[in-house]
């Protein structure tokens, strides 16, 4: 079966500064990798994803996530961070024999100071 | 894009009743929704896959007569939560599939007295 580790489970910041947060999976196959934001006292939100193609992905509010397939990882980056960007941030993988079933990592609650 | 809601947002309910939670997709047709369990500080945990039309697929240790699933139509899938019991207050999440997104719902917050 297929997991997902995130290695920060706090993680402090002032603003301005660069944001790296974990994700590796174990699973051998193809794989689908997805980042998910949650602000609080809201919903999930979908922030990047890959499916195949360029390992270096871009999503919305200037994050971007580099697949390491010799690594499973997929990381996610963020130059400059904003007070803003205070969320949890979910790791999610789909492996392509697991139908549509995310599964997720155990999340990353960043929380950016002033 | 795509929108997935909830209802209720927020339920208080005694122990020994039952508790029905919708989830509908808005703008889309999802032949495929989940249900997960968030507990507090924790990660989602899927609970089982409705697929519309047919019976749901529950994950290991999710017990399916306690958490029934009905997805009667493309935009509707319902979770109640049968004989409610404090240990199963959580906030639950449901997610709407299309293509190869899931979207997902603001999450219920059950509590149960």
């Known amino acids: 079966a297929q997991s997902v580790s995130q290695h920060n489970h706090h993680v402090i910041l002032s603003e301005a500064a660069s944001l790296e947060l974990g994700c590796n999976y174990s699973y051998g196959g193809t794989v689908n990798l997805f980042w998910y934001v949650q602000y609080p006292g809201q919903h999930l939100q979908l922030l990047l994803k890959y499916f195949s193609g360029d390992p270096l992905v871009k999503g919305i509010k200037g994050f971007e996530a580099e697949f390491i397939k010799s690594k499973f990882s997929f990381n996610l980056r963020k130059p400059s961070v904003q007070w803003s960007d205070t969320a949890e941030y979910f790791c999610?993988?789909?492996?392509?024999?697991?139908?549509?079933?995310?599964?997720f990592g155990g999340g990353t609650r960043l929380m950016v100071k002033p | 894009g795509a929108v997935v809601s909830q209802h209720p947002s927020r339920v208080i309910c005694k122990s020994g009743t039952s508790v029905k939670i919708e989830c509908r997709s808005l703008?889309?047709?999802?032949?495929?929704m989940f249900w997960y369990r968030q507990f507090p500080k924790q990660s989602l945990m899927l609970m089982a896959t409705?697929?519309?039309?047919?019976?749901?697929?529950?994950e290991q240790g999710v017990e399916k007569d306690k958490f029934l699933i009905n997805h009667a139509s493309l935009t509707l899938s319902t979770l109640t939560v049968t004989s409610a019991h404090p240990e199963d207050s959580s906030f639950y999440i449901c997610?709407?599939?299309?293509?190869?997104?899931?979207?997902f719902g603001p999450g219920t917050r059950l509590t149960v007295t």
């Open positions: 703008d889309f047709q999802a032949t495929t």
């Open positions: 997610s709407a599939r299309q293509s190869y997104e899931q979207y």
């Open positions: 409705s697929n519309e039309g047919s019976k749901a697929t529950y």
């Open positions: 999610a993988v789909n492996a392509n024999n697991a139908g549509n079933m995310l599964t």
